[in-house]
């Protein structure tokens, strides 16, 4: 299962590719919709089918920064073989299945990082680690979530000061109709970040194939196909990780959904203009918090934080291990099939 695989396993991986875009967006769906539909705004039936539009048309908004990161910036191309992709993803998908059924909003991304990383050292060793594009991803690790909630806090600040002097029902009835804005916001950043990481893998797995003259590159039909399976994925919804991230940590109303997912959306936005693929779990969990704790420090439920937590520190090791462990079985399927 190398570089000379045949054409019938490179479309058989990615389908693969894409099966993990869609649980990506199954998975996620949480980050998109939880807080709007906590805030009893939009129900889940239609929030779904509003977060999958948003995800579907990512890409008309922004570049493809982040899938140039992952394609080429984690671990080196020349080493990627089809054993690699085969391995990263199957150790990002059993992470992904594992937390999703524990109801664990665990990032999908850093899982598919890990994974690539986990597949390509159990290859070529720690020196096809890509220092440049690693030390942006762990930096997006604890910046995305401290940037959320920030941002989400200094939001609640500011419009509570702009709204003192409103009736409670018109602050309500205004941030209702806000609400759908920042959730397009949010589902756009989603959509924008997210899906470009299976296109980075897709487009580094032609490359390995020799596809595209020789050079790093990603298709339009890559990027149609994988933004389409994120929104389906979408659509069929996370409702297990919907009720952790949109009630567990801690009770929202509108005017704290609105600014939660405001405070996301500017993450996501800036993070993908500059390459770098950030968690949608950590930043929307870290702009949750930042609200529940610009009410009052107890509103946050830290327990269930913090075993969050602990999900995010262990997603990037245990989908590298998973993922070795794939890539060990593909090259003995490999070296069994060869006599």
Same mark, same amino acid.
């Given at each position: 299962?190398? !570089?000379?695989?045949?054409?019938?396993?490179? +479309? /058989?991986? $990615? =389908?693969?590719?894409? %099966?993990?875009? @869609?649980?990506?967006? *199954?998975?996620?769906?949480?980050?998109?919709?939880?807080?709007?539909?906590?805030?009893?705004?939009?129900?889940?039936?239609?929030?779904?089918?509003?977060?999958?539009?948003?995800?579907?048309?990512?890409?008309?908004?922004?570049?493809?920064?982040?899938?140039?990161?992952?394609?080429?910036?984690?671990?080196?191309?020349?080493?990627?073989?089809?054993?690699?992709?085969?391995?990263?993803?199957?150790?990002?998908?059993?992470?992904?299945?594992?937390?999703?059924?524990?109801?664990?909003?665990?990032?999908?991304?850093?899982?598919?990082?890990?994974?690539?990383?986990?597949?390509?050292?159990?290859?070529?060793?720690?020196?096809?680690? !890509?220092?440049?594009?690693?030390?942006?991803? +762990? /930096?997006? $690790? =604890?910046?995305?979530? %401290?940037?959320? @909630?920030?941002?989400? *806090?200094?939001?609640?600040?500011?419009?509570?000061?702009?709204?003192?002097?409103?009736?409670?029902?018109?602050?309500?009835?205004?941030?209702?109709?806000?609400?759908?804005?920042?959730?397009?916001?949010?589902?756009?950043?989603?959509?924008?970040?997210?899906?470009?990481?299976?296109?980075?893998?897709?487009?580094?797995?032609?490359?390995?194939?020799?596809?595209?003259?020789?050079?790093?590159?990603?298709?339009?039909?890559?990027?149609?196909?994988?933004?389409?399976?994120?929104?389906?994925?979408?659509?069929?919804?996370?409702?297990?990780?919907?009720?952790?991230?949109?009630?567990?940590?801690?009770?929202?109303?509108?005017?704290?959904?609105?600014?939660?997912?405001?405070?996301?959306?500017?993450?996501?936005?800036?993070?993908?203009?500059?390459?770098?693929?950030?968690?949608?779990?950590?930043?929307?969990?870290?702009?949750?918090?930042?609200?529940?704790?610009?009410?009052?420090?107890?509103?946050?439920?830290?327990?269930?934080?913090?075993?969050?937590?602990?999900?995010?520190?262990?997603?990037?090791?245990?989908?590298?291990?998973?993922?070795?462990?794939?890539?060990?079985?593909?090259?003995?399927?490999?070296?069994?099939?060869?006599?």
């Amino acid at each position: 299962m190398d !570089l000379a695989g045949s054409g019938l396993l490179l +479309i /058989a991986l $990615i =389908v693969v590719a894409l %099966l993990f875009d @869609f649980l990506n967006g *199954l998975h996620d769906a949480a980050n998109s919709i939880a807080t709007i539909v906590s805030t009893r705004v939009l129900p889940a039936r239609y929030a779904v089918f509003w977060a999958a539009f948003f995800n579907f048309v990512a890409f008309l908004v922004f570049g493809l920064h982040v899938a140039n990161t992952v394609g080429k910036g984690i671990v080196d191309p020349k080493i990627v073989s089809d054993a690699v992709i085969f391995g990263a993803l199957g150790g990002a998908i059993t992470w992904n299945i594992i937390t999703w059924l524990g109801g664990i909003p665990s990032s999908s991304s850093h899982a598919l990082i890990g994974g690539l990383l986990g597949a390509g050292i159990a290859k070529a060793g720690v020196k096809t680690i !890509l220092l440049d594009g690693v030390s942006k991803t +762990i /930096a997006g $690790i =604890v910046a995305s979530p %401290l940037m959320g @909630f920030v941002l989400a *806090l200094l939001l609640v600040l500011a419009v509570s000061w702009v709204f003192v002097k409103t009736s409670p029902a018109f602050a309500d009835a205004t941030f209702r109709r806000l609400q759908f804005v920042s959730a397009s916001l949010y589902s756009l950043g989603h959509g924008g970040n997210d899906a470009q990481k299976t296109m980075g893998i897709i487009a580094v797995l032609l490359f390995a194939h020799g596809e595209g003259g020789g050079s790093f590159h990603v298709p339009l039909w890559v990027v149609l196909a994988c933004q389409t399976a994120m929104a389906l994925g979408t659509l069929a919804g996370g409702w297990r990780i919907v009720h952790t991230m949109g009630s567990k940590i801690t009770r929202l109303s509108p005017q704290q959904g609105f600014c939660a997912e405001t405070g996301g959306a500017i993450t996501l936005f800036a993070a993908t203009y500059i390459g770098v693929p950030v968690s949608t779990t950590h930043t929307i969990t870290g702009a949750i918090v930042g609200v529940g704790a610009a009410r009052r420090v107890s509103a946050v439920r830290w327990n269930v934080a913090g075993g969050i937590v602990w999900a995010w520190i262990l997603t990037m090791p245990a989908s590298a291990l998973i993922a070795a462990a794939f890539y060990a079985l593909a090259r003995l399927a490999d070296h069994w099939q060869g006599g």
